[in-house]
């Protein structure tokens, strides 16, 4: 049952971060990018001191991860044509 929570948690950060800045692919890399946002997020979070080692991320910090994934990928492969 938390393999299904993560892949809805992971589509629906993937979406709003969709919304914020336009991203490739579909369902399954929308849902992707989601869950890399949430690890993403976890990840950093951690390292600067937001979360201690079990903790992890919220459904905001996966739309902030999302994003910054996002906008990562925008500066090396360049603006929708």
């Known amino acids: 049952m938390h393999w299904l929570w993560v892949i ?3 589509f629906l950060a993937g979406a709003i971060a969709k919304l914020f800045i ?3 692919g579909g369902i399954i890399v929308t ?3 989601g869950i890399v946002g949430a690890i993403f997020a976890t990840w950093l979070g951690q390292h600067i001191g937001w979360y201690g080692p079990d903790q992890g991320a919220g459904f905001l910090g996966a ?3 999302a994003v910054l ?3 990562i990928y925008r500066a090396v492969v360049g603006p929708p044509l």
Do not use: E, N, R
Request: neutral net charge; glycine residues 20%.
């Open 8 to 10: 809805i948690i992971g």
């Open 69 to 71: 994934i996002l906008a």
């Open 22 to 24: 336009a991203g490739p």
């Open 31 to 33: 849902t992707l990018l």
């Open 63 to 65: 739309v902030v991860g």
